[in-house]
């Protein structure tokens, strides 16, 4: 029996929350939530904020 979990987003469905931005795979398993959630990527905010754990504010 296949069980597809639809909580997961797609690879097409992979965006950040605060833009729109695509991330990849990679990048919500590193930067996101325990929901797979992004809510900034390098296209609203600079890598230092990401590396610091900074919330980005649009």
Not at 12 to 35: I, K, L, P
């Amino acid at each position: 029996m296949d069980v597809v979990n639809s909580a997961r987003p797609t690879d097409s469905q992979r965006r950040c929350n605060n833009c729109g931005e695509f991330v990849t795979r990679q990048f919500v398993r590193v930067f996101g939530d325990n929901a797979d959630e992004v809510y900034g990527c390098l296209s609203c905010g600079t890598a230092r904020d990401l590396r610091d754990g900074k919330q980005i504010v649009p």
